[in-house]
């Protein structure tokens, strides 16, 4: 159980372009979703919270007009990274959990590279 | 602010034998819970074990064990007949449940030899 899918796994796309992320909770609802961005060989580092239906709280530093977070469904969120440019580049991973003492739980990330 | 240590970048051990990953972690609040997630070649975050911070007895699941001492504030984690399959990226991790988002350490980079 608590399996969450992340797709797509990898993304290649022009500098300028708007890329989708999609995170999902298969077999629970997830009241709380998390977004992470991962540079190489560091630790994971939290850009928002969201919850289902309600707008996602950002960590400072974390631009929202940039970075925008859908959690439309207690199964869905969404992370848009708008107008992409190189420094973009990066791991990104998502984690969900049901209620608040349950772990989060991840999917297996997706690797996002602008050129 | 809640921190979350981790004082060994890389480790290194042979196949069967035992090996300690350290962690120290700050907080001011009484009711927490503390995680060890594996990230191995892959980059999937994989939860090893988790510890409520209300509870005395320390976690254990299969070879993977910690060593909880909430009045030091340290949650070592404790690999016993390390396998190949072991070799990843070791992270601590704490939140307050209500709180919910998870503070990381910076990572034990392991790796399992012959």
């Known amino acids: 159980g608590a399996v969450v899918s992340q797709h797509p796994s990898r993304v290649i796309c022009k500098s300028g372009t708007s890329v989708k992320i999609e995170c999902r909770s298969l077999?629970?609802?997830?009241?709380?979703m998390f977004w992470y961005r991962q540079f190489p060989k560091k630790s994971l580092m939290l850009m928002a919270t969201?919850?289902?239906?309600?707008?996602?709280?950002?960590e400072q530093g974390v631009e929202k007009d940039k970075f925008l977070i859908n959690h439309a469904s207690l199964t869905l969120s969404t992370l848009t990274v708008t107008s992409a440019h190189p420094e973009d580049s990066s791991f990104y991973i998502c984690s969900a959990r049901d209620t608040g003492d349950q772990p989060q739980h991840f999917g297996d990330g997706t690797r996002l590279s602008i050129l | 602010a809640q921190t979350v240590t981790q004082s060994q970048p890389e480790m290194s051990v042979q196949e069967a034998e035992t090996v300690t990953l350290s962690c120290t972690y700050d907080?001011?609040?009484?009711?927490?819970?503390l995680f060890w997630y594996k990230q191995p070649p892959s980059r999937q975050m994989i939860l090893v074990i988790r510890q409520e911070a209300y509870k005395q007895q320390n976690a254990t699941e299969n070879r993977f064990s910690v060593n909880f001492q909430k009045a030091a504030k340290s949650f070592s984690l404790k690999i016993s007949d390390s396998q190949l399959g072991d070799t990843a990226m070791y992270f601590c991790a704490y939140n307050t449940g209500t709180a919910s988002k998870l503070t990381f350490g910076t990572g034990t980079r392991l790796q399992v030899t012959l």
């Open positions: 077999d629970f609802q997830a009241t709380t």
């Open positions: 969201s919850n289902e239906g309600s707008k996602a709280t950002y």
């Open positions: 907080t001011s609040e009484n009711n927490y819970y």
